[in-house]
């Protein structure tokens, strides 16, 4: 992929407000594209991305936090497939 390839890739997920996967180990492509500059992720961001609160992983070295973001699951999908499967068993349990 060439470089400017890569800058309207950055540009549009920015500007929609997507993201790749976080990993657990900061990979060189984890980068946005802001202000004509490509930058690195800071852990509030990836907190952010998770849906976790705002310097939920502070206290520790940012290697740390960014492992504990990238070992995790985003809190709303996990919330929102919890709700699908209660609906789910709540509909089942009322059909029998």
Same mark, same amino acid.
């Given at each position: !992929?060439s470089?400017n390839?890569? /800058?309207?890739?950055a540009?549009?997920c920015?500007? *929609?407000? !997507?993201i790749? /996967? !976080?990993?657990? $180990?900061?990979?060189?492509?984890?980068?946005v594209y802001?202000?004509?500059?490509?930058?690195?992720?800071?852990p509030l961001? $990836?907190?952010?991305i998770q /849906?976790?609160?705002?310097?939920? /992983?502070?206290?520790?070295?940012?290697?740390?936090?960014y492992?504990?973001c990238g070992?995790?699951?985003t809190?709303d999908?996990i919330v929102?497939?919890?709700?699908? !499967?209660?609906?789910n *068993?709540n509909?089942?349990?009322?059909?029998?």
């Amino acid at each position: !992929i060439s470089s400017n390839s890569t /800058t309207y890739w950055a540009a549009l997920c920015l500007w *929609l407000k !997507i993201i790749k /996967t !976080i990993k657990k $180990y900061l990979p060189k492509d984890q980068k946005v594209y802001q202000d004509k500059r490509c930058r690195k992720l800071t852990p509030l961001e $990836y907190e952010r991305i998770q /849906t976790l609160p705002d310097n939920y /992983t502070q206290g520790v070295a940012d290697t740390h936090r960014y492992n504990g973001c990238g070992d995790g699951w985003t809190v709303d999908v996990i919330v929102h497939i919890l709700k699908v !499967i209660s609906l789910n *068993l709540n509909k089942e349990s009322q059909d029998d």
